[in-house]
């Protein structure tokens, strides 16, 4: 372990800078508990985020060292090499569990990760579709380690964590971070606050990958017929074939489609159709109905100038929601209210879609699906 007794490590006899007395405060702390380093990057991101993170307990911890419900972290207080199995192994843990409402894995290490490792993990949670943030030691960057970055969010919480903590090296690491504090821009904080708190962090790389799924699909026809085992332009081939049951296909794909104008010149089309293709119609023109509305709410909680406002439009996008509100725009402004506080109604939105789910297995054309049929 790298010594912390006042000298720089340089061999010079010089005091140590401000990093290396930050480096070696967390050197001194326990690896992991509320008291440890763990701990520290806990209530860290606990006020720079304004949410809740807490610690998982001890044996196994479902690939994190705690989390917020939706931003998952790992610390670990390496002196030497993080070894890359170290992290891989809960990724590779995370993608078994299931990783539908993370939004986000942060690695905090008081090591520098290589760059080859910074790929691997960055592919292996593209992987499953989630985000990295690697908050290191590498100073090659900026001048500045980005873990450093991240006690400068909540410089006075850290103070206090060291007092408790670490009090016979308190004093030193107060003046550290008071020096910290002039040498990161506000600009650097807010790149790394607008990551922490993007809402649908882990949804960027997933969109990417499917819309490269999407147009590979949906300009090749061979493409199109060994992945999906149709024509490309489903809804005019069902229009094509002419029979019912292939028109209550097209009207359904129609009214779960994100509002367009071909959905809505089909579904007034056939507005008071009777029937089976009548109930298809009906339920179609629902979901699509109800999916212009959760837009609107949606752009109104984007709008939304305080807390209170965008609570108020939530609650009426809640009710309505489904998953097509994933492919829209969040913008990138974290310090909003939208910004800030769209991560809070994940656990809400998992339910309602997770209702709706089981709701849609029981219908067929918005009718209860025959016994008979599974």
């Known amino acids: 372990m790298q010594s912390i007794s006042g000298k720089n490590p340089d061999g010079t006899g010089q005091p140590p800078g401000y990093l290396e007395v930050l480096r070696e405060g967390m050197f001194a702390l326990n690896p992991s508990g509320k008291n440890g380093f763990e701990g520290l990057v806990a209530e860290i991101l606990t006020d720079a985020c304004g949410r809740p993170f807490r610690l998982a307990s001890s044996g196994s911890q479902g690939g994190r060292d705690g989390d917020d419900g939706s931003v998952y972290f790992e610390a670990k207080r390496y002196v030497g090499d993080l070894t890359r199995h170290t992290v891989s192994d809960k990724l590779l843990e995370l993608g078994v569990r299931g990783v539908e409402h993370i939004a986000l894995f942060v690695l905090a290490t008081t090591c520098p990760v290589s760059a080859q490792h910074t ?15 690697l908050l290191d030691w590498d100073e090659s960057v900026s001048g500045r380690p980005a873990l450093v970055v991240l006690l400068s969010l909540a410089g006075e919480v850290a103070r206090q964590f060291f007092i408790k903590n670490l009090p016979e090296r308190a004093q030193e690491i107060e003046v550290a971070l008071s020096e910290l504090e002039t040498k990161v821009s506000n600009q650097i904080q807010a790149e790394m606050l607008a990551k922490l708190n993007n809402p649908l962090a882990s949804l960027s790389h997933a969109r990417m990958s499917n819309e490269r799924w999407f147009k590979k699909i949906f300009t090749s026809a061979p493409d199109a017929r060994r992945f999906l085992h149709q024509p490309v332009a489903y809804i005019a081939w069902q229009l094509a074939v002419g029979e019912p049951v292939n028109l209550c296909r097209a009207l359904t794909v129609a009214g779960f489609r994100d509002e367009c104008p071909q959905s809505q010149r089909l579904l007034e089309q056939y507005a008071g159709a009777t029937g089976m293709i009548g109930g298809a119609h009906e339920a179609a023109w629902q979901a699509y109905q109800r999916n212009r509305w959760a837009r609107h709410w949606f752009e109104l909680m984007k709008n939304a100038l305080s807390k209170e406002e965008f609570w108020m439009h939530s609650r009426l996008f809640l009710k309505i929601a489904d998953v097509r509100y ?49």
């Open 326 to 374: 994933q492919r829209w725009s969040f913008g990138s402004d974290a310090a909003s209210p939208f910004g800030r506080f769209f991560v809070t109604l994940h656990a809400e939105l998992n339910d309602r879609l997770d209702k709706w789910s089981r709701s849609r297995r029981e219908k067929l054309f918005g009718q209860k699906r025959p016994w008979w049929l599974n």
């Open 119 to 133: 790929e691997f993990y960055t592919r292996a949670c593209d992987d499953i579709g989630i985000e990295l943030l």
